[in-house]
T-cell receptor
């Protein structure tokens, strides 16, 4: 089944403890991105990747890192999480960034930082 | 910067009525427009993708139109059912592949 898989689904952590949220797609998509969703603010892009080894900042990149060493994986790294990073996170992928391709989203990761 | 607005923010209808959800965007230079469904605390499920050269897409009881000149898209859901209760999000894609989302329309269909 074609899908975007995120892990974990739920995570509670303490301030300052590094964590990684994994994202993997099995559709050979070039483009991958991370979004966070917050009440009243909607979905905002954190980082995106046009292809392997090509990443760039989205609208709200502060406090996050990403890497794209393989085409299928795009992990989101929080080096020192803070409570304001408590949110619902989504990974998404598309065949290519440009052109008329739709996006497939993962099931989401609900992160709570205490 | 692309801004996407969805009206109304919330909608409650009795079962069987048709739903009309509106999405407007400020920049007509979008590549495509995609409608998603989101159940509470869940992920986004793609409903329809309207490519830039298309005017509408249909899937079952769902029909979405796109008018780039006026900056509008409309999602129609025919003969609504309680299972249609969810938040519906529209998102336009720019040339960099970035999705710009609206805030969503929360739909409740009462039996």
């Amino acid at each position: 089944e074609a899908q975007v898989t995120q892990n974990p689904r739920y995570l509670i952590t303490v301030t300052g403890k590094k964590l990684t949220v994994t994202c993997s797609q099995n559709m050979n998509h070039e483009y991958m991105s991370w979004y966070r969703q917050d009440p009243g603010l909607g979905l905002r892009q954190i980082y995106y990747s046009m292809n392997v080894e090509v990443t760039d900042k989205g609208d709200v990149p502060e406090g996050y890192k990403v890497s794209r060493k393989e085409k299928r994986n795009f992990p989101l790294i929080l080096e020192s999480p803070s409570p304001n990073q408590t949110s619902l996170y989504f990974c998404a992928s598309s065949l290519k960034a440009s052109g008329n391709y739709g996006y497939t989203f993962g099931s989401g990761t609900r992160l709570t930082v205490v | 910067k692309q801004e996407v607005t969805q009206i109304p923010a919330a909608l409650s209808v009795p079962e069987g009525e048709n739903l009309v959800l509106n999405c407007s965007f400020t920049d007509s230079a979008i590549y495509n427009l995609q409608w998603f469904r989101q159940d509470p605390g869940k992920g986004l499920t793609s409903l329809l993708l309207i490519q830039s050269s298309q005017r509408e897409q249909t899937s079952g009881r769902l029909n979405a139109s796109l008018d780039k000149s006026s900056g509008r898209s409309t999602l129609y859901i025919a003969a609504s059912q309680p299972g249609d209760s969810a938040t519906y999000l529209c998102a336009g894609t720019d040339s960099w592949g970035k999705l710009q989302f609206g805030a969503g329309t929360q739909v409740v269909v009462t039996p």
